[in-house]
């Protein structure tokens, strides 16, 4: 199994929304989010996609540079490009503000959890935060969602406030959460570390699938 990173497509749209009414009690509409692909200039959309195996086109290893992940970036951000082969298995984005990047939605398919999927998104994430010149990246996350805040726990967000009754489903509480600098060496350095051990993982579960194709039933 091979994950990646692309620009969402508004082909794209169907298959997040299936997903997002998985995974969330008030999903957006497929009007919020072509109007949100529509306005790159304020926000960014990228989807997680599934392959059995690694397509031909991303045979090579990119570079180990800072931003891997955006290396894998196939196209830029043209949110019409023809639909992909690719099925989608997570996708997240963010909203741009002077010097943040507020990530609005993240998410991966439910068959697809735990398998490294969330982490690859939100480092998808955190690298247009980077590319778009955002010192920090914030989100709200319900206080109940500790497994969505043990990720944001792993890549240095800090809860640093409540926004109390957010939620209008429940009146949940929501947690505000901030990193540090994240173009500041320390953070840089962490990131360098979660990487390696995420693209480990990735390889890990790419070889295994190669491995469990080739066995016979
Ligand atoms: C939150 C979410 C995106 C995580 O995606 P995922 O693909 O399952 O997560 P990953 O396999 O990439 O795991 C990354 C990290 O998340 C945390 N995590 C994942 N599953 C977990 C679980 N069952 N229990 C506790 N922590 C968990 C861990 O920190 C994990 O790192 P680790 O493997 O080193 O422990 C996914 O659960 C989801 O889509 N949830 C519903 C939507 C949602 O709540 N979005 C967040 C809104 S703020």
């Not at 169907?14 to 008030?26: A, G, K, L």
């Not at 540090?180 to 320390?186: F, L, R, V, Y």
């Amino acid at each position: 199994m091979y994950f990646f990173i692309e620009p969402m497509r508004e082909s794209d749209v169907p298959r997040v929304q299936e997903i997002e009414r998985q995974s969330f009690t008030t999903p957006w509409s497929a009007t919020t989010y072509l109007r949100e692909l529509r306005s790159p200039e304020h926000s960014r959309y990228i989807v997680a996609r599934y392959s059995h195996a690694r397509p031909a086109d991303q045979l090579h290893e990119p570079e180990p540079r800072r931003n891997w992940i955006t290396n894998l970036l196939l196209s830029r951000f043209n949110a019409s490009a023809p639909p992909s082969p690719y099925t989608v298995v997570g996708y997240g984005g963010i909203w741009l503000t002077v010097d943040e990047a507020h990530i609005t939605t993240i998410a991966s398919a439910p068959e697809m959890r735990g398998y490294g999927v969330g982490e690859l998104v939100l480092n998808g994430l955190i690298d247009l935060g980077l590319e778009l010149g955002a010192r920090f990246m914030t989100l709200e996350v319900r206080v109940s969602n500790v497994v969505a805040q043990n990720l944001y726990l792993k890549y240095g967000f800090e809860a640093r406030g409540t926004r109390k009754r957010y939620y209008t489903d429940n009146n949940e509480d929501a947690l505000v959460m901030w990193t540090d600098d994240i173009a500041s060496p320390e953070y840089q350095g962490r990131l360098r570390q979660l990487r390696m051990l995420l693209a480990d993982r990735l390889r890990r579960q790419e070889e295994k699938g190669a491995a469990d194709a080739q066995r016979p039933n």
